[in-house]
Structure formats: C-alpha cells, structure tokens
C-alpha cells in the first residue's frame, strides 16, 4: 500500500512538472511567435499618427478657398489689412450669420465660416471651421470673444479680430503679457527639474489668444477678391516651419492633437 502511495505521489509530481514544463514553452513560443506581429501593430499606429499630424501641419500651411457673399478686394499681411473688401451679412438685424467658404483653411478641407470687413487699414475678420459648440439657448459658446467648435485643433486655428485693437494694443498690457510668459517659462523650467504638484498653484492663467488670434495668425499673407462669389488664397511661414521641425517630432505651435 506505501509503495502504491508513493508511486502516486511521484506521478503527480513529475505530471505537474512536465504540465508547467509545457505551459512555460508554449508560452514562450507563443511569445515568440507574436511579438514581432504586435510590435508591428504598435509601431504602425504611431507611425499612422505620426503621419495625421503631418498631414495637418502641411494643412496649415496653405490657404485656398471658394467664399461667399463678398465684394471688394485686399490682402492681409500679418495683422495689416489693405484694400476695401466686405464679407458676411445677416438674415436679421443684428444676426451676422452670413459669411462661408469651401477650401482648405486653418488646416481643415471642408465647409467654414468667415466673415471680414477691411476698409483700408481697418476692420476686422472672424473665422472657424467645423460645427460651433451650443450653449442651451442656442447661442454659439464664445471664449476670448472666439466662438467654440465641437474639435479642439479647429478651436486652436479660429479668431475673432478687430484691426483697430491689434493697433492701439497699450503698451503695458503688452509689458503684463510679457511678464507673465516670463513667470510662466520659469515656473515651466523649475517643474522639469523638480515636478512638484505644488509650483503648478504660481502658473499664471494667461488667455490663449488675447487679441483674439492665434500666435500663427500673424506670419499668415493672404489675398482676397469676391463679387459675390470669391476666392482667398494664401499661405503661413511659421505653420510651414511648424510643419518642417515636425519631422523632428518638434511641435513648435502645439497643434499635434
């Protein structure tokens, strides 16, 4: 009876060694076999990533579009407007919902918004691409005076600007603004050495476009003509090196999203 026992027991034994034995090799061979098939996986979505942001960089780039109603003509460069030129409208009083163009602007192929006044040196202009955000009411949501959309990279490339403010910009608001990417770069500096919850309480809340555009609207040259129907052509310099540091996986715009 001891030697059935012990013979059952030793069965058991070698059973279950042979059994993890076997599991440890499948698994390793499995590892083996899968690994470079989910490797491949995980490289081609970022690479597939990598390539969308590309791709939206060079996007940004370039401006094109067909836009209506309009009547005049003028050109923008930088935040200077010359010429006389009128776009947009209303279907009520005091309801500017008219002003539209199909193209390639602010990064997006599709179906925006645009409305633009320039009367020699002055004016102004809104833009956005893609649907606008509702509050309850039904009225567009605003943020710096720049009306949301439902994507946050079209949030980013959307303005609202007024010529007039850009010129009479006092100089210490601009000396504030300074002061506080100054803050904003220190405190930035001291979290990379030290990432400490607590420093992220003296970050200052700056506007993210305090003139209402954004930091790439103003290496932007563009040229514009319409009676009735009319066309926008032009083209941005720092969204072209935005989009050749890309390569580098530098994103000097912060757009990659």
Do not use: H
């Amino acid at each position: 009876m001891k030697v059935i026992f012990y013979y059952f027991i030793n069965y058991l034994l070698n059973f279950k060694k042979c059994s993890t034995n076997k599991i440890f090799k499948w698994i390793e061979i499995s590892f083996k076999k899968y690994f470079s098939f989910i490797l491949l996986i995980f490289l081609f979505q970022n690479c597939s990533t990598y390539l969308q942001y590309r791709k939206k960089d060079l996007q940004d780039v370039v401006t094109l579009g067909l836009e209506k109603p309009g009547y005049g003509l003028g050109m923008r460069i930088s935040v200077i407007p010359i010429g006389f030129y009128f776009q947009g409208g209303e279907t009520s009083p005091g309801k500017l919902d008219k002003g539209e163009g199909y193209g390639l602007r602010g990064g997006n192929f599709s179906k925006y918004t645009s409305q633009q006044l320039v009367f020699g040196l002055f004016g102004g202009e809104t833009f956005f691409s893609g649907n606008p955000k509702l509050s309850e009411n039904g009225e567009p949501i605003k943020e710096d005076t720049v009306i949301q959309t439902e994507l946050d990279r079209d949030n980013l490339k959307s303005y609202n600007v007024k010529y007039l403010k850009i010129y009479s910009d006092p100089p210490k608001e601009r000396q504030k603004r300074n002061k506080e990417k100054s803050k904003k770069f220190l405190v930035d500096s001291l979290l990379k050495k030290n990432p400490n919850p607590a420093l992220l309480a003296y970050l200052p809340v700056e506007p993210k476009k305090p003139n209402g555009y954004p930091t790439e609207y103003k290496y932007q040259v563009e040229l514009f003509f319409s009676l009735y129907y009319g066309f926008r052509i032009g083209i941005n310099f720092s969204e072209l090196v935005d989009f050749l540091l890309g390569f580098t996986t530098l994103d000097i715009l912060e757009d990659d999203i």
